[in-house]
């Protein structure tokens, strides 16, 4: 069992920085691709970012491409996202979570999920 957890959300003006992290405990999550998801209030969860286990091959959805870096940390057993230049349309939830193939998380299939960590972009 793989349990995530999520942190560095918080309140931000437009055009402004956060890092958000997401540490695995209970279980090293090697071998798994990881992935970060957002949802904001009455719309659909989206796939934002996800990076593979081995190559360290990255994915980003549009929206965010140039913006946001995904990157992980083995050794410490935690993936980062990096958002820049933050839009209000940006405000969600965001989720960590991991699963068995880079394919599969990008498809949105996914075996382990964190709680979620608030970002909200002010105007």
């Known amino acids: 069992q793989v349990q995530l957890v999520e942190s560095g959300g918080g309140l931000v003006q437009t055009g402004g920085s956060l890092r958000l992290s997401c540490a695995a405990a209970?279980?090293?999550?090697?071998?798994?691709?990881m992935g970060w998801f957002r949802q904001a209030p009455g719309k659909a969860r989206d796939i934002v970012a996800a990076?593979?286990?081995?190559?360290?091959?990255?994915y980003y959805a549009d929206s965010v491409r140039g913006r946001f870096t995904i990157s992980r940390d083995d050794a410490k057993n935690t993936v980062f996202l990096q958002m820049n230049s933050l839009k209000p349309e940006d405000t969600a939830v965001y989720s960590c979570?991991?699963?068995?193939?880079?394919?599969?998380?990008?498809?949105?299939?996914?075996?382990?999920w964190g709680q979620g960590t608030q970002v909200t972009v002010s105007s």
């Open positions: 979570a991991a699963g068995g193939s880079f394919g599969t998380v990008v498809r949105g299939t996914l075996d382990y």
């Open positions: 990076i593979s286990w081995i190559r360290g091959t990255t």
């Open positions: 209970g279980r090293t999550f090697r071998g798994y691709a």
